[in-house]
């Protein structure tokens, strides 16, 4: 029986606002010891304006020096009333313990999402615990630059993990983890966990609205968004019970290279039929295109070409290649494959198996 996972402390519950908080321009006051009189004038107009301006959807509850931008920057806000949203909450605690239980060998204790995670030293612990390879990084680092520099390698090898190509546009970026933007540190968090399959249930379909405040023109605007952090899951993006492949994999790597061999002599009798053979299962399946044509030819139908890449070059079009297979295999009467598409795409050799070996069982006496 496998050992229980060490449990590190909870993190500690929300302080407590005051019973009178101020009101947004009160707030205001707060910058004299910063700035002088003037400056401060010209701040709370710029804001006053943003903020009241025709069609403003809600007042906001961020002191003006947040919105010290420049000239076409933006800033993301979140809506105080969807921080203060119950499934929202349940997101963050959940990754937080999730990270807290991953890290509790190393003494590391995670208490709030971003002020903890912006500059990369415990997301650098994380990936490499959940990776078990050792990220090529400073262990410490005190300067701003330091740390987005740390952050840029951090997050190079979380892309890398997840599959993302380096010139896709991703939920998260040095600048806005950095920045303590909240919803990408937490839009990262979650694609890491759905990858690893954490053992931990992740609230579906949580989102938030969004204030992207930008000055343009010298002028404070604002538009709010809604931004969608989770989903709904078929999968639950969790840990699966333990399976026949488990065993193999931990016990009898041996009878692993038998099953290999067998499923590789399965899919050459029927690829061979149109010219192309496997060698590395992992490798060669994992774009969905082999798998899309081995249906077709286990079911003997023409799969139109132009309802999935036959070359594929990112990562989400490999995605819809694998998802388009396993449609085509709940159409013939085979159960929903346990793994993810993401899974395949990723060369995780387990879920191919997995999936081959379902082909397997029912075409094995196929001429």
């Known amino acids: 029986?496998?050992?229980?996972?060490?449990?590190?402390?909870?993190p500690r519950g929300p302080s407590k606002k005051d019973d009178k908080e101020e009101s947004f321009w009160e707030k205001i006051g707060t910058l004299g010891r910063k700035k002088g009189i003037k400056k401060v004038q010209e701040v709370q107009e710029e804001g006053k304006h943003a903020i009241d301006s025709p069609g403003s959807p809600t007042a906001i509850d961020h002191p003006p020096e947040e919105y010290e931008l420049g000239e076409n920057e933006e800033r993301a806000i979140i809506e105080t009333?969807?921080?203060e949203n119950a499934k929202f909450k349940e997101l963050v605690m959940?990754?937080?313990e999730w990270i807290n239980d991953e890290l509790a060998a190393q003494r590391i204790i995670v208490k709030f999402i971003d002020e903890d995670l912006y500059d990369g030293q415990i997301l650098q612990k994380l990936l490499e615990k959940l990776t078990g390879e050792k990220l090529d990084v400073p262990e410490v680092t005190q300067s701003e630059e330091g740390q987005k520099q740390k952050l840029r390698i951090v997050l190079a090898a979380a892309n890398r993990v997840l599959g993302l190509p380096r010139w896709s546009a991703q939920k998260w970026s040095v600048e806005s983890v950095h920045s303590k933007n909240i919803v990408s540190i937490l839009h990262l968090l979650v694609a890491l966990a759905r990858l690893f399959r954490a053992p931990v249930r992740l609230p579906e379909n949580v989102a938030?609205?969004?204030?992207i405040v930008q000055k343009k023109d010298g002028t404070l605007t604002h538009r709010t968004v809604t931004e969608e952090i989770t989903s709904t899951y078929d999968d639950l993006g969790m840990l699966c019970e333990k399976d026949a492949f488990d065993t193999l994999f931990d016990h009898a790597p041996d009878k692993l290279d038998v099953v290999k061999r067998s499923l590789i002599t399965f899919v050459n009798k029927h690829l061979n039929k149109?010219?192309?053979d496997v060698s590395e299962l992992e490798t060669q399946f994992h774009d969905g295109v082999y798998l899309t044509l081995l249906m077709g030819l286990l079911e003997g139908f023409f799969?139109?070409?132009?309802d999935?890449?036959?070359t594929p070059q990112d990562f989400d079009q490999k995605v819809h290649n694998v998802t388009f297979a396993f449609e085509l295999m709940q159409d013939t009467g085979l159960a929903k494959p346990k793994a993810r598409p993401e899974d395949i795409v990723n060369l995780d050799l387990k879920s191919t198996l997995r999936v081959l070996y379902n082909l397997f069982t029912k075409y094995k006496s196929m001429s």
């Open 208 to 211: 938030v609205s969004v204030i």
């Open 303 to 306: 799969v139109p070409l132009y």
């Open 81 to 83: 009333k969807s921080m």
């Open 274 to 276: 149109i010219n192309l």
């Open 1 to 10: 029986m496998a050992a229980p996972r060490p449990k590190s402390p909870g």
């Open 94 to 96: 959940v990754l937080i």
């Open 308 to 310: 999935f890449y036959l």
